[in-house]
């Protein structure tokens, strides 16, 4: 088991990312409806961010409701990359 430290906010978001198929993307604002907070989506951004465990919790996968790459803490090329390999896989 993960020991993932959070507020409980960040760990619904978490939950709800580990939920997320690889190979599949969600935008902030899915996300936000499916943990049942239509209106948090930059709180789902925020905890996004503070994310500290990139792959097993893979808010790589949460894009802009356009579909565009954002912000990632590792960096956007390494996003665009872990997406392309689990679209291959």
Request: proline share 4%; charged share 25%.
């Given at each position: 088991?993960?020991?993932?430290?959070?507020?409980?906010?960040?760990?619904?978001v978490w939950t709800a990312l580990r939920a997320i198929?690889?190979?599949?993307?969600?935008?902030?604002?899915?996300?936000?409806?499916?943990?049942?907070?239509?209106?948090?989506?930059?709180?789902?951004?925020?905890?996004?961010?503070?994310?500290?465990?990139?792959?097993?919790?893979?808010?790589?996968?949460?894009?802009?409701?356009n579909g565009n790459l954002s912000g990632?803490?590792?960096?956007?090329?390494?996003?665009?990359?872990?997406?392309?390999?689990?679209?291959?896989?």
């Amino acid at each position: 088991p993960l020991d993932i430290q959070g507020t409980a906010f960040q760990r619904r978001v978490w939950t709800a990312l580990r939920a997320i198929p690889a190979g599949s993307t969600l935008s902030y604002t899915e996300v936000a409806e499916r943990i049942g907070e239509p209106k948090a989506v930059r709180a789902v951004a925020g905890a996004c961010a503070a994310n500290k465990l990139a792959v097993a919790i893979p808010c790589h996968r949460v894009v802009r409701q356009n579909g565009n790459l954002s912000g990632y803490r590792w960096g956007i090329e390494r996003k665009r990359k872990l997406l392309a390999r689990e679209m291959e896989e």
